[in-house]
Structures are given as structure tokens and as C-alpha cells.
């Protein structure tokens, strides 16, 4: 069993086009949610997003490649580019991608173009599809796109298990570069869902808030929808030493469960179970933890559930926890949450800094941990986890450890 290193990371979010604004944003307690702007609003009840702004495709791609990516690939692309170039790695001309991974989470694919394609046949009466839909809206397009560039011929796949995507695809590349299957993964997140009838879907299970998120805030009304994208490079231990390489973090371990209970109600006893395999995966006692990034959707029945879960796994070492969800300034991202919140996780690993629980006014006495509220905290951060608990009961949390 071989220890894995994260050598490179990426990102595009509301709260910028890479990861380093990404995460000065965080540590500032900036929110990227906002009125949308990219989409009508006529037909929405709730009219705020956590969107990419000031985005465009054309700066990032020419017209030929646009054409076969959707909005998802497009941002794993560029967040895979910085990744990348961060790493120093180079794939195609060396042989390393050969012995390379390339898996990407996404919860629901390539939803502008099936949104757009739809509008075409249903509503504007064409009964011709654009020859380009299917690879645009399948799913593994991100995963497709982003091994391609790289010459990355390796394991190649998408992972689609809703919001904890993004950690259920990391933590199969972590197991991959750890076995020695690979040397090296490309692996992270990506979603682009915030289209007219996404948005009125969410609406509609009566989970989203319209004022702003507030996760673990006695005033919370639900969660906001996000975009964007995450990117990680892992690589084995002692290669990423050998060539002296910037290692950002270790990627310790991860913990998987099911609560095969309820579709949409979350279970204490299976975020419990994820978070304690993750620790024994890890190996990590619980006080050995400084900080939990949760899951934190600021809605009603998971931000109750999701403490009682840290409760029961960290016992009294709870109330010495850093507990924050970033999701309260980039928005739920779905499939790419995780992703995006690894990168505060690695922020508080190298920068020893928590990013808070932003918008937060008043504890909710059913969230009776230390949040984090509003300001970001200074403090020394020796393994970290982060927790994405899914729609279906689909629970997957990783671990980190300082380098």
C-alpha cells in the first residue's frame, strides 16, 4: 500500500476561474451566490445561483473544440489545464500516461446541451438534433475530454452517484494510485447544472432557499445551486519526492457507505459509517482531525444529521472540531461539490487557515458544533476530512493529511 501524494489542483467556481482565487475567496468569506444572470428568469421562483461569471468559452477554447463541449466539459478542461501545469507533469511525450487514471465525477452531465436540444425538438418544432448532442451530454464527456488533451490512456471513467460524486470518483483514484494499478490519476469534479428546468426541478422538492445559503444556521432555508469544476493530480509518494515536487497534501484515506434506508432523507448511522471507515482507512485516531469540511446544504434535515453523525465518529473530540461548509459561498455543485471543497481542505492543510460558515446569524440548537461562522480561523491543521453525503443514500467522505 503506497501513499499518494496531491501534486497539482485546479478550479473554476463562482468564486473565480482558478483555484487560487477560488480559495482567497474562501479564507475572505466571500459568497459567490447571486441573482442568475446567465439564464431567463421569468419562469423561476427562486431566482439565485452560485453561477461562473464573467465566463467565456472562447477564451479557454477555439470554435472547433467548443463545439463538441458542453458548459461540464469546458470546466473540467480548464480546471485539468492548471492541475496540470501545476503538477509539472507532462503525459503524452513521457510515457506516464501510460500508467495514469483519468476519473471525474459529474451528477448529471451535459445538461445545457439536453436542455437545448429539447427546447429544439419539443418547443421550437425541429425535428433535427444537433449531430453532436450524444457526446456532449453523456456523462463521461469531462472524463473523455480531459484524458484526451493529456494523452492519459490509463483507467478511464466517469462516476455518477449525485452529490458525492466528485469523492466517490477521488477516492477510486486514490485506491488506484495506492494498489500501484497507476502511478498517477487526474480526478476531481465537474457539473454545469444551473439551466431553467434544473433549477425548477429543485424547486419543486422545496429544499432550495431564495434568499442565500445558511448552512447550520437556525435561519437556514435550504441550499443554493452551483457550478464549476475541481481537478486534482494524485501521484505515488515517493515518485512525486523523487522528481521534487510541490506536494500539497497527502491523500489519506476515504470511507464509503450506503444508508440503503430513503432516497432523499439522510441517515445518521450512514454518514457515521463513511466518516469512521474514512479515519480507519486513513488511519486517523479522532483527535488526530482538526478540521471537517461538511457536506452542509443548509437545508433542514441534513445539517442536523450530518452533526449528530460528527458527534457519534468524534465523541467528545468533537467540540475541539473545526466544522465549516464552504457550499455557503460557492453553492451546492452537485457532482462537483466535493471537489471544490477539497480545495478548502487543502487551503487549511498548507495556509493553516479554516474557511468559515459564511452568511450565518443565529445556531440552530439541533447544530450545536463550532461552525466557523463568518470569519475564517487561523489554526494548525494536521489531517483534515471532507464529507459529501448524496441523494440515495450515498455517503463518501476522504481524508488529508498535511505534507
Known sequence: MRRVAITGMGAICALGHDAASAWTAMREGRSGIGPIANIPTELLNVKIAAEVRGYDPAAHFDSKRVAFLDRVAQFALI??????AQSGLEFKTSGL???????????????????????????DKNPRVHPLAIVRVM????????????????????????????????????????????????????EACITVTTVKAWEAMRVT??????????????????????????????????????????????????????????????????????????????????????????????????????????????????????????????????????????????????????NFIDPDPECDLDYVPNTARGKSVRSALSNSFAFGGLNAVVALKRA
Open 79 to 84: 480546471a485539468a489545464r492548471e492541475a496540470v
Open 97 to 123: 500516461g501510460e500508467r495514469s487514471a483519468c476519473i471525474i465525477g459529474t451528477g448529471i452531465g451535459g445538461e445545457n446541451s439536453h436542455n437545448e436540444q429539447s427546447q429544439r425538438f419539443y418547443g
Open 139 to 190: 456523462a463521461n464527456a469531462p472524463a473523455c475530454h480531459v484524458g484526451m488533451e493529456f494523452g492519459l490512456t490509463g483507467p478511464s471513467f466517469a462516476v455518477v452517484s449525485a452529490c458525492a460524486s466528485a469523492n466517490h470518483a477521488m477516492a477510486q483514484a486514490f485506491e488506484m494510485v495506492r494498489s500501484g494499478k497507476v502511478d498517477f490519476a487526474v480526478t476531481g469534479g465537474s
Open 209 to 358: 432557499a431564495d434568499d442565500t445559503c445558511r448552512p447550520f444556521c437556525k435561519q437556514r432555508r435550504g441550499m443554493v445551486l452551483g457550478e464549476g469544476a475541481a481537478i486534482f493530480v494524485l501521484e505515488e509518494w515517493e515518485h512525486a519526492k523523487a522528481r521534487g515536487a510541490t506536494i500539497l497534501a497527502e491523500f489519506a484515506g476515504s470511507g464509503m457507505s450506503a444508508d440503503a434506508s430513503d432516497l432523499v432523507l439522510p441517515s445518521v448511522d450512514g454518514a457515521a459509517k463513511a466518516l469512521a471507515a474514512a479515519l480507519a482507512d486513513a488511519k486517523l485516531e479522532p483527535e488526530d482531525v482538526d478540521y471537517i469540511n461538511a457536506h452542509g446544504t443548509g437545508t433542514p434535515a441534513n445539517d442536523p444529521t450530518e452533526t449528530r453523525a460528527i458527534r457519534r465518529v468524534f465523541g467528545v473530540h468533537a467540540d475541539k472540531l473545526a466544522v465549516s461548509s464552504t457550499k455557503s459561498m460557492h453553492g451546492h455543485a452537485l457532482g462537483a461539490a466535493g471537489a471544490i471543497e477539497l480545495v478548502a481542505a487543502i487551503g487549511a492543510l498548507r495556509d493553516s487557515v479554516i474557511a468559515p460558515t459564511a
